[in-house]
């Protein structure tokens, strides 16, 4: 065998016990007549000791030749440290070699595997088989493991059964752009891979599953960013005979488990928050409640006093900062000239300091005395030592901006602490959104999501107002899930593609498996699905995915290590019936 132990595991209880190690060479010390080395795995490192006057001269000298990621197996006996090093797992001893074989040697590497490594994110991306061995890689796939094994025992112990769904679908109009793949065998004819199993966890619940999951790879053709990549991957779930409820009842506990068994946290109910609180308090669908800084709505305490910007906005609203009173005109002016960014769009931004001693000062002292502004620290729950910020203008795109403001205030101020977790429900989401260019309805989750009943007669006459029975889980800030009840019925389901602006023939050609389906006998059902690559960053204390994916591609949506992806040869074309236009 290549080894009795891994690296991580020795201590003093095994001194004087003959042991076989094998792995990478960390780095090494050459004192001359002794030389350490250390010797890293994916359990840890061990320190190895090649001593003149104690080992084989032949082995002695080999040690000098090693370089660093050099892969090696070596036995000898485990001693005492001399100097112990209590950093270290291992650091009570040492293994006194007294054979080594060079299994493999190495090129020096790119960059240093090392926690702190001098290796920028793109070469790192090119040789990421190299960057898995630093320890921050390492254990962020080892804690994605950890997480992904906590659902499946915990989905698994209430019945869910674990079903595999298709790759090679067929391409839907729904929703993001859909990756396509040509068929060789079906001339002109093209899959496509799965934006979610959607149809196919709902062909379960006819099929008689009653309660489905499935850890999914799912497939996205749009544009990319650090949370964001064409491939990710979904815990997926359905149940059959089952209300919004049950649900949220269910997955409300795997997150109470989750949160548990990685962290030993206890967390209590989970709050609820409708959609529309949620845009009209925090600005956005997925509110980070781990701090305050709620909106105070503003147009009846600040219009109508002869300043004419908020006099003509749709919507004057603003937000306490904690403790900001005390920023420096420098850091006000930086902050405007923030929110002034293309990405934000804001045109400026009026600001109020409420002092100790119970006065105001604003930027707008011309136009406000101060028992108008008082008016405005009540609306907005302002304290003495904080800062207003009010922005205004069209309503929802107020809103947007000043939830930007708000996130980067509380990054600024250390109120977004990665080891607290604040999980809610946002429900009540719109059935229905209006493309203003085209002119037509979409589904704001998508076409299967039931409306609630009480809603129903609004399709034909108010289709915005109509709510969907769906729901989002958000945890600090980000939605890490999301589902809803389903549409189990032909009838409903054909009103609902009618509303979409589904022709039947349209409707047929898309999607006619599932109405067929549904004629047999649907049960009603709903369900949920996670990001699990959102989930277990956000779980790991980090806000980006990257990390928590083996081999993830960059903001190119290109895997830069395996140079994908690429052209292909004129005869695969001509397989499969393509000819390139490059125009």
């Not at 949370?227 to 409820?245: G, K, L, N, S, Y």
Request: negative net charge; glycine residues 8%; aromatic residues 10%.
């Amino acid at each position: 065998m290549y080894r009795s132990h891994n690296c991580g595991e020795l201590n003093a209880s095994h001194v004087n016990t003959q042991v076989t190690l094998a792995g990478w060479v960390q780095k090494s010390r050459d004192k001359g007549f002794m030389n350490w080395v250390d010797l890293r795995d994916r359990y840890g490192i061990t320190q190895l000791l090649f001593d003149e006057s104690r080992s084989e001269k032949s082995v002695f000298e080999l040690a000098k030749t090693l370089g660093r990621e050099f892969v090696i197996q070596v036995k000898g006996t485990v001693i005492e440290r001399e100097a112990k090093n209590k950093n270290m797992p291992t650091g009570d001893i040492e293994i006194l070699v007294t054979e080594m074989t060079i299994l493999n040697a190495s090129l020096t590497p790119p960059f240093t595997i090392e926690d702190e490594t001098d290796g920028g994110e793109d070469i790192r991306m090119k040789y990421r088989y190299l960057d898995i061995r630093r320890n921050p890689v390492k254990n962020s796939l080892l804690f994605r493991h950890k997480v992904a094994q906590a659902v499946r025992n915990y989905l698994s112990n209430l019945d869910f059964c674990e079903v595999e769904t298709p790759y090679l679908i067929k391409s839907t109009p729904e929703g993001a752009r859909d990756f396509v793949v040509p068929s060789r065998m079906n001339e002109g004819q093209f899959y496509a891979l799965p934006q979610s199993p959607q149809t196919f966890k709902q062909l379960l619940m006819v099929g008689g599953m009653d309660k489905y999951f499935q850890i999914v790879k799912c497939f996205r053709d749009e544009d990319l960013r650090a949370d964001r990549q064409p491939e990710f991957t979904q815990i997926d779930c359905e149940m059959a005979f089952v209300e919004q409820e049950d649900i949220l009842n269910v997955f409300e506990g795997l997150t109470r488990h989750l949160l548990k068994e990685i962290h030993g946290l206890d967390v209590e109910k989970f709050p609820r928050m409708t959609y529309d609180h949620a845009m009209k308090t925090y600005g956005n669908d997925k509110p980070d409640i781990r701090f305050g800084m709620e909106f105070g709505e503003l147009n009846a305490v600040a219009q109508h006093k002869e300043f004419p910007v908020f006099n003509s906005a749709e919507l004057v609203v603003g937000i306490a900062a904690p403790g900001c009173a005390a920023f420096t005109r420098k850091e006000i002016d930086a902050l405007i000239d923030w929110v002034r960014r293309p990405q934000i769009g804001a045109t400026g931004m009026v600001y109020v300091k409420c002092e100790e001693d119970g006065t105001f000062k604003s930027s707008v002292d011309k136009f406000y005395d101060q028992a108008d502004l008082a008016q405005w620290a009540k609306a907005t729950g302002a304290k003495a030592g904080d800062m207003i910020f009010v922005l205004s203008g069209p309503a929802d795109k107020t809103r947007t901006q000043l939830s930007a403001i708000r996130m980067e205030l509380a990054t600024r101020l250390g109120l977004r602490n990665p080891a607290e977790f604040a999980p809610l429900w946002v429900v009540d989401f719109p059935l229905l959104e209006l493309d203003e260019e085209s002119g037509r309805w979409h589904a704001m989750h998508h076409p299967f999501t039931s409306p609630k009943p009480e809603d129903m007669e609004l399709l034909a006459t108010n289709p915005g107002k109509v709510r969907a029975n769906a729901y989002d889980m958000v945890l600090n800030g980000n939605e890490i899930g999301g589902g809803s009840i389903r549409i189990h019925d032909k009838a409903t389901q054909q009103l609902m593609f009618k509303y979409l602006g589904f022709t039947e023939e349209e409707a047929r050609n898309q999607f006619g498996f599932l109405m067929d389906a549904f004629q047999f006998g649907a049960p009603p059902h709903g369900g949920l699905a996670f990001g699990l690559d959102r989930l277990v960053a956000i779980l790991g204390g980090q806000e980006t995915i990257r990390d928590f994916i083996a081999f993830p591609k960059n903001n190119s949506g290109r895997d830069v290590m395996i140079d994908a992806p690429s052209v292909i040869d004129e005869l695969q074309l001509n397989e499969l019936h393509i000819k390139l236009d490059m125009r």
